[in-house]
């Protein structure tokens, strides 16, 4: 499991970075607008494209760390272990899903690429946008069906909200 919150934590960075790329190109276009009247053209579109990606390069960290919310209203009064058993079992249908994003993303991803897709202003190949996504995808299916297997462990840093 190192491996992979090593990995995980990896994309986070990436993910991070991305951010800061797209808030610092878009802080450059609001200035120059603002002052000389020329923004970046297409930098809404560099946005969502880098928003995309980033929000999928999030996911793993926030699987290894069980960052997802947890709605135990109907679970609080069970004993643990049925709990954990629950646990598990959300764990292994949720890396089905992530299983599912991924095989559907890549898909998307081949298609894009052999039709030569891209963004309407800037030309920007959609293709990169997916192959990006996908490799975070896997990851967090990896996460999940090792969590689903072996359970959650101690997890220092655990993102749970009981609702």
Same mark, same amino acid.
């Given at each position: 499991?190192?491996?992979?919150? @090593?990995?995980?934590?990896? #994309?986070?960075?990436?993910?991070?970075? $991305?951010?800061?790329? +797209? &808030?610092?190109?878009? #802080?450059?276009?609001?200035?120059?607008? @603002?002052?000389?009247?020329?923004? +970046?053209?297409?930098?809404? %579109?560099?946005?969502?494209?880098?928003?995309?990606?980033?929000?999928?390069? =999030?996911?793993?960290? #926030?699987?290894?760390?069980?960052? /997802?919310?947890?709605?135990? =209203?109907?679970?609080?009064?069970? !004993? !643990? %272990?049925? /709990?954990?058993?629950?646990?598990? =079992?959300?764990?292994? $249908?949720?890396?089905?899903?992530?299983?599912?994003?991924? *095989?559907?993303?890549?898909?998307?991803?081949? @298609?894009?690429? !052999?039709?030569?897709?891209?963004?309407?202003?800037?030309?920007?190949? %959609? *293709? +990169?946008?997916?192959?990006?996504?996908?490799?975070?995808?896997?990851?967090?299916?990896?996460? &999940?069906?090792?969590?689903?297997?072996?359970?959650?462990?101690?997890?220092?840093?655990?993102? %749970?909200?009981?609702?």
């Amino acid at each position: 499991m190192r491996i992979l919150e @090593n990995l995980a934590k990896f #994309c986070a960075i990436l993910a991070g970075v $991305l951010l800061t790329g +797209i &808030t610092l190109m878009t #802080c450059g276009s609001l200035i120059g607008r @603002n002052t000389t009247g020329a923004s +970046i053209v297409g930098a809404f %579109e560099l946005t969502g494209v880098a928003a995309g990606a980033a929000i999928a390069l =999030f996911m793993p960290l #926030c699987q290894a760390r069980r960052g /997802n919310i947890i709605v135990d =209203f109907f679970t609080a009064k069970m !004993s !643990s %272990e049925a /709990n954990s058993r629950m646990d598990r =079992f959300g764990a292994l $249908l949720l890396a089905l899903i992530f299983a599912l994003l991924a *095989w559907r993303t890549t898909l998307g991803g081949l @298609n894009s690429f !052999s039709y030569g897709s891209e963004t309407q202003i800037m030309g920007f190949p %959609e *293709w +990169i946008t997916y192959a990006a996504m996908v490799p975070a995808f896997v990851l967090a299916g990896l996460i &999940t069906l090792h969590q689903a297997a072996f359970g959650f462990g101690d997890t220092q840093e655990t993102g %749970e909200v009981a609702i």
